[in-house]
């Protein structure tokens, strides 16, 4: 009897797994996929500012099945710890060879061994430095070309790279989870930066806050960023592009500053595929729905459905 009943619980543990994370635990994966935010803390703690589980093994060789190795872009006052503690050991049970840098820190802010941000420096300057670090990552692999996978700034800031630093020849897919293609107008900052520039007020906000943060106005509908950005067009032609955006971004205002017409660029809205996903901006970062639609356009040949699951700001509902 007890042998009967404990077969049945493993049957019943074994299709709630199926059913809350959608098409993505294989029998044989290595690293455990949490799919909620709170797994970035004790991470951090554990080991501040390392490598996501499943990123940056510099042995690893790209199979024929998953050939370009995955290079992971974090957002704003995020770091490669936090922000990847669920797509990194994803993407590594599913045979990539997964890569993670932090970008763009400042000696001045944070605090080394406990918490120091990325993405706090120009976007140009972070390109640099994500633009060496992806000719590491083809030394290292062998491979030709590598495929981005970046979340909010992490989905901006290499668009520079691509258009700019001669990005276009080494890169293959390009999957943006919450990017702002034409910029955020959040609580109306654009508006009020582009009012103090008609009057020459820019230098003044531009000195105050780029000490602190040098990209934050980068990110503004309307900035000089952004128009060198769309002066050469955003989307190089050579690049194939995803692009994953939610209603319920509270960051990125409107939403549909990340969607975006053209022949190599797919746009999904999460609330279109599946109305149960109530992931906001950060929590898209641990969220199986978005996940399904990753795996998809890094793999399109064997793309697969993706399962609606209950999603919240917080992660996959249990």
């Known amino acids: 009897m007890r042998t009967t009943r404990s077969l049945v619980a493993a049957a019943l ?49 790209p199979t024929e099945e998953h050939p370009n190795p995955v290079v992971l872009t974090h957002g704003l006052g995020a770091n490669q710890t936090v922000n990847w503690q669920t797509f990194a050991p994803l993407l590594a049970n599913e045979g990539y060879c997964v890569f ?16 120091q941000p990325g993405g706090l420096v120009p976007m140009e300057e972070s390109a640099a430095e994500l633009s060496a670090f992806v000719d590491q990552v083809l030394d290292a692999t062998g491979a030709s070309r590598v495929d981005l996978l970046g979340h909010s700034e992490g989905t901006l800031m290499p668009s520079y790279y691509v258009r700019f630093l001669g990005g276009e020849s080494k890169v293959d897919k390009y999957v943006s989870l919450t990017p702002l293609w034409e910029g955020t107008t959040l609580l109306g900052l654009s508006t009020l930066y582009q009012h103090g520039s008609l009057i020459g007020l820019d230098p003044v906000v531009d000195g105050a806050l780029n000490p602190v943060c040098g990209s934050c106005s980068q990110f503004l509908q309307g900035s000089d960023y952004l128009k060198n950005l769309h002066s050469v067009g955003i989307f190089a032609p050579d690049v194939t592009y995803t692009n994953i955006v939610t209603k319920y971004d509270e960051l990125v205002v409107p939403y549909t500053s990340g969607v975006a017409e053209g022949t190599n660029v797919t746009n999904i809205v999460l609330q279109d595929e599946c109305g149960l996903d109530f992931a906001e901006h950060a929590a898209v970062a641990a969220d199986p729905v978005a996940a399904g639609h990753v795996l998809n356009a890094l793999d399109p040949a064997n793309a697969k459905p993706v399962r609606c699951v209950l999603v919240t700001p917080l992660g996959a509902a249990n």
């Open 13 to 61: 543990g074994a299709v709630l797994t199926l059913l809350i994370i959608p098409g993505t635990a294989s029998a044989t994966e290595t690293y455990p996929v949490p799919w909620t935010l709170g797994a970035a803390l004790p991470a951090q703690l554990a080991a501040p500012g390392g490598a996501p589980p499943g990123a940056n093994d510099w042995s690893c060789t």
């Open 100 to 115: 993670s840098l932090t970008y763009g820190t400042k000696d001045s802010v944070g605090t080394p061994g406990v918490y």
